[in-house]
């Protein structure tokens, strides 16, 4: 969510392929389009969840809210 908060869409297209998207993100185009239109502005975390993506819990969804100013 750091990244997030920078509102630079390179720095967050950098992160995801320095790791190899090890986390695989989901909505990298879009948010990467939100990035760039909101560059230069700071970014407030506003919330945070996961839940459960599978039946048999291997996987998760992380879920974050954002407010720009």
Do not use: N, W
């Amino acid at each position: 969510m750091e990244i997030l908060t920078k509102a630079d869409p390179e720095a967050f297209l950098e992160e995801i392929m320095t790791d190899g998207d090890q986390r695989r993100v989901c909505g990298i185009p879009p948010i990467y389009i939100t990035l760039a239109v909101l560059a230069g502005m700071t970014g407030t975390p506003a919330g945070y969840a996961q839940c459960p993506a599978s039946e048999d819990g291997t996987s998760i969804v992380s879920i974050c809210g954002m407010v720009y100013h």
